[in-house]
Structure formats: C-alpha cells, structure tokens
C-alpha cells in the first residue's frame, strides 16, 4: 500500500529554518510529481510547492518562492522541503502529496501523508 510519511515539523522562531522529509514506501513515487501543501486552523489547504519526477521541474507558491526550496532523493524515495526566513504567516501542518502531474492543483494529488505540524514564535 502506498504510504508517504512527513516528519521534521516542530517549534521555530520566526526568521529560523526548518527542513521536512517526506518518506515514501509502497510504490514506486519516482515516477510521480510530489508536491508540498499546508493547512492552517481555519483556513483551507493550500499549495507551497511541487517538483516533477525527476526533480528537474519546481513551482512554488508565491508565498514561499525564495524562502522555501523543495527538492527530492529518488533513491531514497524522499522529498525535502527546506524553510527559511519563516514567518508567523507560515505555521500549519504541512501535507506531501504525490501526484501523475506538476501542479499546484491539489485534486490532482492521490496519495497524501497524516501531516506534521509547523509552529513559528514571534
């Protein structure tokens, strides 16, 4: 069964950084795109950002784009997602999704992981 597992969220001040993996099992996600999005309370999730198969290919939420870079290790069936210059406009629990395309769709997505969780302090 096709699982991806987040981890590397925690508690960061604002103007820190933080690097989320992504750890996918049960399929072979070097063929797939996979994509990054969050969720805030309240709020409805949105896209951060997206890398093709091959990694060659990236589009970001203008939101995140130079702060944040997402990147993958196919042979580690891995994908990355490092923050920088966080902001308190940034926490949320951060979802990677994988997908047959490189959008910022999120339909497009059918496999997601539970999620980890992002808190910045000001």
């Known amino acids: 069964q096709a699982q991806l597992v987040e981890s590397g969220g925690g508690l960061v001040q604002a103007g820190g950084s933080l690097r989320l993996s992504c750890a996918a099992s049960?399929?072979?996600?070097?063929?797939?795109?996979m994509g990054w999005f969050r969720q805030a309370p309240g709020k409805e999730r949105e896209f951060v950002a997206a890398i093709s198969w091959s990694g060659g290919n990236t589009i970001y939420a203008n939101s995140v784009k130079g702060r944040f870079t997402i990147s993958r290790d196919n042979a580690k069936n891995t994908v990355y997602l490092q923050m920088n210059s966080l902001k308190p406009e940034d926490p949320a629990v951060y979802y990677c999704?994988?997908?047959?395309?490189?959008?910022?769709?999120?339909?497009?997505?059918?496999?997601w992981g539970q999620g980890t969780k992002v808190t910045v302090s000001s």
């Open positions: 999704a994988a997908g047959r395309s490189l959008t910022n769709w999120s339909h497009a997505y059918d496999v």
């Open positions: 049960g399929r072979t996600f070097s063929n797939y795109a």
